[in-house]
């Protein structure tokens, strides 16, 4: 639902969303098959350290607790509201809650407007705003934050501590993003499922993040717009703090169709060319597929904006330097020569090359490279003055030493981070690389496994740069 | 070096190269940093059937074999000889060769037209050439066939087995494939590292791997293309049985520049547009990403093609249907209404599914989807005679039971595979999603771990059909 201007009294209440102190569900269940179960399951899993009241309404004992037959009967006080309940019990609850005088409500009922109950929905919504309870959901599918152990909701994994805030209005994108978590170590800050959104606004949602400590990227998926204006004020105050990177879904004739079904966003007659205007406006970056999104997000999370296009590429793998080559032309940043960029650095670090190495950009080191040899690569790219950003690339043949390589890109990057220039790593490869990649991650360098990708994440960072240079 | 036609012997001979009885290695070594000693573990390593002699100047014992001082030494007769010397060593090695009258030829060997020295090159091309000895290489990474436990080069893991016959001219991308091919079961009939490919034409190579019994797609990295005409024509008559996929790389200036010193590739001068129009009249499908050359190849080789565009998509994530919706719209291929593509089959499937569902298309069976459910779906579907192609997608959320899924997936697959209709599945999420996307493709369901991925197999199935309409 529309929002004139984002308000105050929900960004101040949505820390309550994801550090409560203590948490009340409603529709808990003695059922694993249930949703209402995997709640107190989640929580319990990853040691929530607040207190989690059940409410239901003829049970006395759920899971090992307690259970009150109303919101009003728990004898202390409560933070969040966790519903799951039918759609048609809903506002009794809500009303509860008000009472209660809680800080926030989450629904994770469906079956409102995007069914077609938009009245329901609008009714449960007024309510809250009527009463200033901000109101996650409905349909949504849950909320966390790694950085407390808190996964409330029906996500099945709490993804890895990062610095990446997702929020989406798709639930199965967001759990996308936690199997990315677990496999690739895709770090985040906290999530939020949103669902219906009819409450919360997606701009509200960015405030509490600009401000929230852990986070250093705002990514979202964005179904629908409900408060383009909101919006764009927001995100315009934010990026220049904070990068906001974000995919728009129901785009296409189908996708749109789709997306009023799922989360009841009314993108129909709203076209794609207008919703381009908004971000440019807003200085949001754009990407167009829920890998993009990781990608960028993860890099933008990490490294610093690159503030020109001077990239240094460091490979020991001819193809992969073509296809990235390949790839910075087809994103708009193509690349330079290294002796454009800096006239001597070939020279520099040409003793130290095979006699058959390129002294182009990539700098290809042949599929012999040595750990040292990345080194006094790497090490000349970041001390030259001119090269802006460095770029590694690694593929692992029967004599590359993945992992000392791995540990020279770790110290190289420790060594020179304070000179804010950009480092992104892609390793080509099966299990040793992946390994390589999640090590590369914890120690705050993005890396990933194909030269498409990496590219991306250094595009984005550009991307960053100059959204900030026009605003400053 | 150009052909003026695909030559007999050479698609003869080139059997030698992926299942030769014995095979001499010149330039074996007892260090394991050396690329010579891993040619040797490589075949060890994978049980290599057939007989392994070494060749050293000055060793009589290398790694456990005795050493041969000349190829000609060597009391038994020899199929391939596989050379990792010094350029200056190695026309001496092939004049040997010819003697020996061994099949064929593969040149590990780098430095020679990638750092200028086309004369060295051009003089070992036409040294095998006048003697119609097929030469593999030089600057080549490496051959093998996983069917027959053959790895033969400098990869460090040899492939699962499967239907792709991967041709490229990078070794580092060959080596991304195999990566893939571990972390998720990315099956090749055999692989082929061709380096600067001096001998050997890309025509050959393909015109082999069609009769090659393995081989269900062919896959391709070019970074140059020596003789347009000779391609053209192999590639058409080719992809009337089998479909070839590629990715050209060097598309981009610096890429162009980067490409010619990896692998002599000339392109300078040779435009996008006029390879755009080859691969157009050779009836090849162009991919840009080395993602999308696995991805659309994995389906390729799995999947019969899809012959028009009522492509039904079953889901129980909103958000991941949103966004095949609009990849397939991105891609050209939008989808339809389940209306329009057969008026009854989504009342057929109401009676089963939750009462919030949508009947669109992407069917959202909602979060809760059971695997019943998700089976009385892909029925229908399957059974409609309108629909064409099933394109199945899983988010797992903490109620999803994705083995069970899994499983249905694997029996619907084998009970309607008769009806020569694609079905390719996505799963979105973690570990459990992983093991799943392993499971599907060991059954011949190419499956993959993002919505834009499985809808880009789809594309390269309904590619892959408006071809072979156009050839008949």
């Known amino acids: 639902m529309k929002i004139d201007r984002p308000r105050e009294y929900v960004i101040q209440n949505l820390k309550y969303a994801f550090n409560p102190s203590s948490i009340a569900i ?36 759920v899971q090992g607790l307690k259970a009150y037959r109303k919101l009003t009967d728990i004898p202390e006080p409560v933070d969040m509201v966790f519903i799951a309940v039918r759609a048609e019990k809903v506002a009794p609850i809500i009303q509860e809650a008000i009472e ?29 705003r009527s009463n200033k309870l901000p109101m996650l959901g409905p349909n949504l599918l849950g909320i966390g934050n790694p950085h407390f152990g808190f996964n409330c909701g029906f996500a099945p994994v709490l993804p890895k501590k990062g610095g990446v805030a997702l929020i989406s209005q798709s639930g199965s994108a967001m759990l996308g993003a936690m199997g990315a978590s ?101 200085g949001a970056i754009r990407v167009d597929t829920w890998q993009e999104l990781l990608d960028a997000s993860l890099a933008l999370s990490m490294q610093p904006p690159l503030k020109n296009d001077n990239v240094a590429l460091v490979t020991n793998g001819g193809g992969s330097g073509v296809l990235s080559a390949d790839h910075f032309e087809r994103c708009g ?26 002294g182009l950009n990539p700098l290809d080191l042949s599929g012999t490279a040595a750990p040292w040899q990345y080194e006094i690569a790497f090490q000349n790219c970041f001390e030259d003055d001119n090269v802006s950003c460095v770029m590694g690339s690694v593929c692992t043949t029967a004599v590359t030493n993945y992992s000392a390589i791995t540990s020279v890109a770790i110290t190289v990057h420790e060594r020179y981070r304070h000179l804010g220039k950009p480092f992104v790593m892609e390793m080509h490869g099966g299990n040793t690389c992946n390994e390589a990649i999640v090590e590369l991650r914890k120690h705050g360098i993005p890396a990933y496994p194909t030269p498409e990708q990496a590219v991306n994440a250094v595009v984005a960072l550009r991307k960053y740069a100059r959204i900030r240079e026009k605003r400053t």
């Open 333 to 358: 940043l193509p690349m330079k020569d290294l002796a454009e960029i800096s006239p001597d650095l070939a020279d520099k670090m040409s003793p130290h090359m095979p006699s058959y190495w390129s």
């Open 26 to 61: 409603v529709g808990v269940s003695n059922n694993p098959a249930k949703f209402g179960f995997q709640v107190v399951h989640g929580l319990r899993r990853y040691r929530y350290a607040g207190k989690i009241f059940a409410v239901n309404e003829h049970e006395d004992n």
């Open 100 to 128: 209660k005088k809680v800080r926030i409500v989450a629904i994770a009922t469906s079956d409102f407007t995007e069914t077609g109950r938009d009245n329901l929905q609008d009714e449960i919504t007024n309510l809250c």
């Open 182 to 282: 677990q496999l690739r170590h895709y770090g985040l800050s906290f999530f939020a499922g949103l669902g219906n959104k009819a409450d919360v606004d997606f701009s509200e949602m960015m405030l509490y993040a600009m401000g929230e400590p852990y986070t250093r990227c705002i990514a979202m998926y964005i179904e629908g717009l409900d408060s383009p204006d909101a919006f764009i004020d927001a995100c315009r105050e934010i990026v220049l703090k904070k990068p906001v990177v974000l995919l728009k879904a129901g785009s296409s004739a189908q996708g749109a169709k789709a997306a009023f079904r799922h989360s009841g966003a009314k993108n129909i007659g709203v076209n794609n060319a207008e919703f381009e205007k908004i971000f440019e406006m807003a």
